[in-house]
């Protein structure tokens, strides 16, 4: 009995080895491309993400877009309770009309103050004569003298205060400016041209600045990245040709270039299934999508969805039968 039971305990033991190797010689081959010149890696497609924030605190009146929505650049996603500020918008307009007000009375004092000046310098070119031929006395040539220095300063007093009432309309109209831009930044934009991801907020909320209200996937920004061990990275270059096949689509090649080679080694992320792949240090790789091939196709990109992508190191290398096929372009 105790025969039997080491021996049922020793092929268990083997079968699990067995698969166990089994295992590991899968995955080495649906990472590792025999074909020479090309490395692979496992991956999942990505895209950029986008947040879609506030730039100042406030209460969410409404928002126009559910999850999974495609929406285009400058679409108008959300906006903010701004009615206080478009009260302080026509305060400010307000206040531009007043200094505009005073510059219109400035500019009549200033053309009052040269009427005056111009009188009084004729007054003293006369009084000047007079005194020269005896015809006035000198408390009447210095009378005119100190009237004309008294219509300079008048005129001087009056220009400056003109320029003052120039300062305040642009002070005014620069107010204005920065309460309707505030205005503008409340209507929150799709910078991007892409899908809704996530909504993070609903109608009522208050927010804070910076409080994220949507999240978009910016899809003609699509790409997988992948794992490669360093006597291959060395041979990757920038917009070396690449393939990336979907698990969801077996059968579809889909033409992608490199577009990211890490500058750097780092271990192998946790979602590699083998304890010995964890441990060598590997390069990260970036294998993007042409945004080209995105805009016809962006109906059907979804990201999370894990494959391989295969990256050509040698450019004279031939792509293997099953990766020669191409997406539709």
């Given at each position: 009995?105790?025969?039997?039971?080491?021996?049922?305990?020793y092929i268990?033991?083997?079968?699990v080895?067995?698969?166990?190797?089994?295992?590991?010689?899968?995955?080495?081959?649906h990472s590792t491309?025999?074909?020479?010149?090309?490395a692979?890696?496992?991956?999942?497609?990505?895209?950029v993400?986008?947040?879609?924030t506030?730039?100042?605190?406030g209460?969410?009146v409404?928002?126009l877009?559910?999850e999974?929505?495609?929406?285009?650049?400058?679409?108008?996603?959300?906006?903010?309770?701004?009615?206080?500020?478009?009260?302080?918008v026509r305060?400010a307009?307000?206040?531009?009309?007043?200094?505009?007000?005073?510059?219109?009375?400035?500019?009549?004092?200033?053309?009052?103050?040269?009427?005056?000046?111009?009188?009084?310098?004729k007054d003293?070119?006369?009084s000047?004569r007079?005194?020269?031929?005896k015809a006035?006395a000198?408390?009447?040539l210095?009378?005119?003298?100190?009237?004309?220095?008294?219509?300079?300063?008048?005129?001087?007093?009056?220009s400056?205060?003109?320029?003052?009432?120039?300062?305040?309309?642009?002070?005014?109209?620069?107010?204005?400016?920065e309460?309707k831009?505030?205005?503008?930044?409340?209507?929150?934009k799709?910078?991007?041209?892409?899908?809704?991801?996530?909504?993070?907020?609903?109608?009522g909320?208050?927010l804070?600045?910076?409080?994220?209200?949507?999240?978009?996937?910016?899809?003609?920004?699509?790409?997988?990245?992948?794992?490669?061990?360093t006597?291959?990275?060395?041979?990757?270059?920038?917009?070396?040709?690449?393939?990336?096949l979907?698990?969801?689509?077996?059968?579809?090649?889909?033409?992608?270039?490199?577009?990211?080679v890490?500058?750097?080694?780092?271990?192998t992320?946790?979602?590699?299934?083998?304890?010995?792949?964890?441990?060598?240090?590997?390069?990260?790789?970036?294998?993007?999508?042409?945004?080209?091939?995105?805009?016809?196709?962006?109906?059907?990109?979804?990201?999370?969805?894990?494959g391989?992508?295969?990256?050509?190191?040698?450019?004279?290398?031939?792509?293997p039968e099953r990766?020669?096929?191409?997406l539709?372009?």
């Amino acid at each position: 009995m105790a025969a039997n039971r080491h021996l049922k305990w020793y092929i268990l033991g083997v079968i699990v080895l067995l698969a166990a190797g089994l295992s590991t010689f899968l995955w080495l081959r649906h990472s590792t491309d025999a074909t020479e010149g090309i490395a692979s890696g496992n991956g999942r497609i990505e895209a950029v993400e986008v947040d879609i924030t506030t730039k100042y605190s406030g209460r969410l009146v409404a928002i126009l877009a559910k999850e999974g929505d495609m929406v285009e650049a400058g679409q108008v996603l959300a906006n903010m309770d701004v009615q206080d500020l478009k009260a302080q918008v026509r305060q400010a307009e307000a206040e531009v009309r007043q200094a505009r007000q005073k510059r219109i009375f400035a500019a009549a004092v200033v053309d009052q103050r040269k009427s005056e000046l111009t009188l009084s310098e004729k007054d003293l070119d006369r009084s000047r004569r007079l005194y020269e031929s005896k015809a006035v006395a000198l408390q009447k040539l210095q009378h005119d003298e100190t009237a004309e220095q008294t219509a300079k300063a008048s005129l001087e007093a009056a220009s400056a205060q003109f320029a003052d009432t120039e300062a305040a309309i642009e002070a005014a109209d620069a107010k204005t400016e920065e309460i309707k831009t505030h205005l503008e930044d409340n209507v929150l934009k799709s910078p991007i041209g892409g899908r809704v991801l996530y909504r993070l907020a609903e109608p009522g909320e208050v927010l804070p600045a910076g409080g994220k209200a949507l999240t978009l996937l910016d899809l003609s920004d699509v790409y997988m990245t992948i794992f490669v061990p360093t006597e291959h990275a060395g041979k990757i270059n920038i917009g070396s040709d690449a393939r990336i096949l979907l698990d969801a689509l077996p059968g579809i090649v889909i033409p992608a270039t490199v577009s990211f080679v890490a500058p750097r080694a780092q271990f192998t992320p946790k979602e590699v299934e083998t304890q010995t792949e964890r441990e060598k240090l590997m390069f990260r790789v970036k294998v993007k999508i042409a945004p080209e091939l995105l805009k016809k196709h962006v109906e059907k990109v979804k990201t999370g969805l894990p494959g391989v992508a295969y990256v050509r190191m040698d450019p004279s290398a031939q792509w293997p039968e099953r990766l020669s096929a191409r997406l539709a372009q």
